[in-house]
């Protein structure tokens, strides 16, 4: 099992940053895929940024230059760096990992922590 503890987040206002962390603990060692997902009310869940093992990123358009994400393997964290916000941006944002177990993957999810931006 894998157990996910998130930090961070809370009310800023518009334009301003957030930063998010996500602690990874339990059986860790072939977590190969680190991400943060985030849910607005009434829409769907979004995968908002990645990071693989060999810490390429990918991002969803509507985070791609204003947020970064970055992974560190010995200490099984990833953060999530998020400027410029908007209220668009107002969602509860997830931290989930996967692990490969025989041929399968498994995922985890944080417990999630509301982002709120006022305008």
């Known amino acids: 099992q894998v157990q996910l503890v998130e930090s961070g987040g809370g009310l800023v206002q518009a334009g301003g940053s957030l930063r998010r962390s996500c602690v990874a603990t339990g059986n860790v060692a072939d977590i190969n895929y680190m991400a943060w997902c985030r849910q607005a009310p009434g829409l769907q869940l979004e995968l908002v940024a990645s990071?693989?093992?060999?810490?390429?990123?990918n991002y969803a358009n509507s985070a791609e230059g204003r947020f970064t994400s970055s992974s560190d393997n010995a200490k099984n964290t990833v953060v999530l760096h998020m400027n410029n916000l908007t209220s668009e941006d107002t969602a509860i944002y997830f931290c989930?990992?996967?692990?490969?177990?025989?041929?399968?993957?498994?995922?985890?999810w944080g417990q999630g922590t509301q982002v709120t931006v006022s305008s």
């Open positions: 990071v693989r093992r060999d810490g390429s990123t």
């Open positions: 989930t990992v996967r692990r490969p177990i025989g041929g399968y993957h498994f995922q985890y």
